[in-house]
Every structure is written in C-alpha cells, then in structure tokens.
C-alpha cells in the first residue's frame, strides 16, 4: 500500500487496520515527543483491536516515565532473538537511520508507515503521514486520534499534552499557533493537569542536570561578533557527573538566549570519537538547511548532526557563520 497524500489520515487509519500485529518505534536518545507519539500510537492501535509491541534502542528518560504504559517501551536486548515484525510504525523519526538497531528486527518485505512532522523528512515509508507544519507529532497523533472517531481518554491525552509541551519548549517556540494552543486546550479539558507535567518537565533539575548546566556555562565560547555561541560536554564529562543523555535536555538553549545571539550549538563528544551537535536557531537562521548538509536533519530553528570530530566541528561553526552572512 503506497500513500502519496500526506495528510490522508483515512488512508492512514485503513493502513493501521489492515494488520493484527505492530512494532511501534521512534528514535534514538528518545524526547517528551517521541516517547508521547510511541505511547499514543500504540493507545491508538489498541482501540483498534491490535496487538503492539512498543521498543526503542535507548531508554524511556526517567522524567517521562510518569506516562502511562512508559513501562511497556522496552529494550532491544529484552525482545526475543528470534521476533521479527512485518508491521512497524515508526513516530518522529526525520529519517531511517534515526530508528537506530530496532531496525535490525524488521522482517523481510516489512512494511512501515512513517508518522513524522520533521520538514527534512525523506519519505521512507510504505506509507507517510508526514505533516511538516505541525508543532509535534504529538499533534498529528491527536488529529488521526480524532479522525478515528475513538474519544480520547485520559491516559492519552497526558501523552500528547506532554508532546505539544515539550516540542514548543512550554509554548515558547516559533511554532507554538493557534492549531497547538486549540489542540492544548481540548487536552485540558479532557482532563489533563497541565500545570503539573509543566512543572515536572519544564521547571524541576536533576542534580546531573544543574553540573551540566554549569560546566556548559563555563565553556560557553562566542563566535563571529558574538553572534554564534557554542558549549561542549565530553563523555568524561557525562562520567564524572554521573549524567544520563537526557540530562542534556534543553541545555544548548542556554546559549541561543545569550542577547545578540542568533545561534546556540551543543556540541557532545561521543565514545567513538564522533561528536553530536545540536543546534538552535533564535531569529531567521535555518538551522535544519546547516544539519542537513552534515548528515543531519530537523526544524529550521531546531536541529541536528553527527560529526566525525574537531574538524567537522569547526567545519560545522564556519557553516553557522556563512549562512548568517547570507
């Protein structure tokens, strides 16, 4: 089954009936979206009459694991070394690769529908539901959600009030409209207590997190007039604090808020001697055009790469001066 139209979510709904069995993956180092549109799939498929079995090479991070079924998320090591899976959905994966070694478990001839709201998503699905206007894909779940005719309970509506929350950084990004602050609002009615999950994910720092914070602020290093901010964390780093990868969370936009700076990067060594660089976009700058060209992807103000070392990190910061230039 080919789906063109990306926003057909009858087609869509037609494709997750056509099946008994579903893997529902999302990507590496998972976020608030990408574990909320996991959980509300698999909600969703469960109303629907199917079986599902939800994994992800990386685990749920202990700040989401107040979501109801976060415990049903498990670890590529915990399945079967014989399952495989012809039916996968995968959620807020920009691309293939992003699903990581979960991939490994697909069958032969599998068939995958791609649910994603990444603008440099590639399209790799059997079938796409691909929405790259939308705030999340928290969002595009609660619009098929509805399109099911299934009302929302409770537990789901924790889940996708949680995606929204997190993918417009408490309703604080360029793409927090009208469609996301209508969309928040039926969540709370239904029952969501949005102060609390605002407060837990939002406000409240893990001990890991207030020394990451610090270490970054002290190696904050400003380029081209001021106008590029970076920071680094090493994996001795993340050892000597005792840190855990989600404790990195939100720390690159420390320096995107810098007054007179137009973009932030993290950059975070890896094992392997590959770093990660997360970046940040606070006024017009395309960050996701810059990832792009390294391999990476995401939103224009929001994105990310993996590069091979120092030099491509340098590469990557004179990209980040170039195209504020133009």
């Known amino acids: 089954m080919s789906v063109d139209t990306l926003r057909d979510y009858e087609a869509v709904l037609a494709y997750m009936n056509m099946g008994d069995d579903y893997l529902v993956v999302s990507h590496v180092q998972p976020d608030g979206d990408a574990i909320s549109s996991t959980l509300a ?165 893990t001990m890991p997190q207030l020394k990451l914070l610090r270490l970054g602020l002290n190696r904050m290093q400003f380029h081209y007039d001021d106008r590029v901010c970076s920071m680094l964390i090493t994996p001795e780093d993340m050892d000597e604090i005792g840190a855990a990868p989600d404790d990195l969370e939100g720390l690159v936009n420390y320096a995107r808020n810098v007054e007179g700076v137009e973009a932030g990067v993290l950059f975070k060594g890896m094992r392997d001697g590959s770093v990660k660089a997360s970046l940040r976009s606070g006024g017009l700058l395309d960050v996701a055009a810059i990832a792009s060209a390294f391999g990476g992807g995401g939103h224009i103000r929001a994105a990310g790469c993996r590069l091979d070392g120092t030099e491509a990190m340098k590469s990557l910061l004179t990209a980040v001066g170039e195209a504020l230039e133009t």
């Open 41 to 205: 799939a698999a909600w969703l498929l469960r109303k629907l009459g199917k079986r599902v079995t939800l994994v992800n090479e990386d685990p749920v991070p202990d700040r989401l694991c107040f979501l109801s079924g976060s415990e049903l998320i498990q670890p590529l090591n915990a399945l079967d070394s014989k399952r495989s899976f012809s039916r996968i959905i995968a959620v807020d994966c920009a691309d293939f690769k992003r699903i990581g070694k979960v991939a490994e478990r697909f069958a032969d001839g599998y068939e995958l529908l791609n649910i994603d709201h990444h603008p440099t998503n590639n399209l790799y699905g059997v079938c796409n539901l691909v929405v790259p206007d939308a705030a999340a894909t928290a969002q595009i779940l609660y619009e098929l959600i509805v399109a099911s005719g299934h009302p929302l309970e409770l537990d789901a509506a924790e889940m996708l009030f949680t995606g929204l929350l997190t993918d417009t950084g408490g309703f604080r990004y360029s793409n927090t409209d009208t469609r996301v602050m209508q969309t928040s609002a039926k969540l709370l009615e239904v029952g969501v207590n949005g102060h609390l999950i605002a407060d837990r994910l939002l406000e409240t720092m």
